[in-house]
């Protein structure tokens, strides 16, 4: 199956802009990478519930206050609990881009879900984003309690996309903090897991597919700053574990990073770990932003996550 139509007439007009960018020198950096990426929500993702109860707090890590948003699809019930990790290639993403799908996450899934708004490269650099997102993981429930929100245990769920996805990752392969936050199941949404850059999938969508193999690795260069061994800090080259969290992986068939994806989901099934995988067809990178232009395959994504939690 070929690109579907009206992403494909996307990617068409991004190539032609880019061709007029170059003519002018443009020059990428963290603000236009960010505004880049909020455009895309904005524009091509708005079918969401804009009652979904939502509620802002902070978790300190050191001094610097991480902020979170809670969102609670039904206040009259205890329900399960889910962090999501935002993508964003670890330079951009946010709680507020993220607001309209998660949003919908939290509905469909019917999860209270706390979505961190950790730092950001070039300014903080690896490990500060997940170290945030630890902080925030470690205080979740404090935060319920404090604010009296009814859930149904303290198992937790770890959601994230793309870079978000890195992030959850790198978190499992931290076997300590996995069992004592009782993180017991890891959805990955087209997750970059390999910084090495090398899977074949990596140059065969290498251009032209809404995630260039060049911007991933700016991201990584912005990111990775001391030097660090791209292969050790790459959660597909970490340690699997039989007492890892039961794992849903999604791919994109158009998508740079779609072989790592399924290269993960293999290592978690050899260790005898329950996982799941799901191929989506016809679309790219970072569709769940795109909604309006995949509404079929992202209604099914949301559907098939749901499934998955509620096993």
Excluded at 131 to 156: H, Q, T
Aim: some cysteine.
């Amino acid at each position: 199956m070929a690109v579907l139509p009206k992403i494909q007439g996307l990617l068409d007009q991004l190539a032609a802009i880019k061709i007029k960018l170059a003519e002018v020198g443009f020059k990428q950096n963290q603000t236009n990478t960010r505004e880049g990426l909020a455009n895309l929500t904005r524009i091509y993702m708005t079918d969401f519930d804009p009652t979904v109860f939502a509620v802002d707090d902070v978790v300190y890590n050191g001094r610097y206050p991480v902020p979170v948003r809670i969102y609670i699809p039904d206040l009259s019930q205890p329900l399960p609990v889910a962090a999501f990790i935002h993508g964003g290639g670890h330079m951009c993403g946010s709680i507020t881009v993220y607001d309209n799908i998660v949003r919908k996450l939290a509905k469909t899934t019917n999860h209270i879900i706390v979505s961190i708004d950790y730092r950001l490269a070039p300014e903080f650099p690896y490990p500060t984003g997940i170290e945030d997102s630890k902080v925030a993981i470690r205080g979740i429930f404090s935060i319920l309690n404090e604010r009296k929100v009814k859930y149904r245990d303290r198992k937790l769920t770890i959601i994230g996309d793309s870079g978000g996805g890195a992030v959850c990752a790198s978190i499992v392969m931290d076997k300590e903090f996995v069992a004592v936050e009782q993180i017991t199941k890891q959805v990955l949404i087209y997750p970059s897991l390999d910084y090495t850059l090398t899977s074949p999938s990596m140059d065969k969508f290498a251009e032209g597919y809404l995630l260039d193999k060049a911007k991933v690795a700016w991201y990584f260069d912005n990111y990775l700053q001391n030097g660090e061994d791209r292969k050790s800090v790459s959660p597909l080259y970490g340690e699997f574990y039989s007492a890892m969290p039961a794992t849903m992986v999604i791919t994109a068939a158009y998508d740079p990073l779609q072989d790592e994806g399924a290269a993960y989901y293999s290592n978690v099934v050899n260790i005898g770990v329950n996982a799941e995988l799901m191929k989506v067809d016809g679309v790219v990178h970072a569709y769940l932003m795109l909604e309006n232009l995949c509404t079929e395959e992202c209604n099914k994504t949301y559907q098939e996550i749901t499934k998955f939690l509620n096993q």
